[in-house]
Nanobody, 115 residues
Framework: QVQLVESGGGLVQPGGSLRLSCAASGTIFSIYTMGWYRQAPGKQRELVATITGRSSTNYVDSVKGRFTISRDNAKNTVYLQMNSLKPEDTAVYYC?????????WGQGTQVTVSS
């Protein structure tokens, strides 16, 4: 049974930083593309960043230069380092694992950017 467990969310002031983690279990982590998505109140879920099994990365324009996605295959974990946070980054952040028709989501972690 595949499980994804996110952690690291919280309340941070504008300009601050957070690091999200997503720990996977129940499958061979290294062969999957991992992604971070977010959903703000009243908005659709959107892609934030992805990283392939070979560590090729992709980012939505709004986070380029501020967020960094990385993975540690030995720990079955993907990270999202978020710097220079803005109020518009406030959302529930979700971890996603995909390969072919396999598609798994975590339960989400709340990130709130507010003074």
């Amino acid at each position: 049974q595949v499980q994804l467990v996110e952690s690291g969310g919280g309340l941070v002031q504008p300009g601050g930083s957070l690091r999200l983690s997503c720990a996977a279990s129940g499958t061979i982590f290294s062969i999957y593309t991992m992604g971070w998505y977010r959903q703000a109140p009243g908005k659709q879920r959107e892609l934030v960043a992805t990283i392939t099994g070979r560590s090729s990365t992709n980012y939505v324009d709004s986070v380029k230069g501020r967020f960094t996605i990385s993975r540690d295959n030995a720990k079955n974990t993907v990270y999202l380092q978020m710097n220079s946070l803005k109020p518009e980054d406030t959302a529930v952040y979700y971890c996603r694992m995909t390969r072919g028709t396999s598609d798994y989501w975590g339960q989400g972690t709340q990130v709130t950017v507010s003074s």
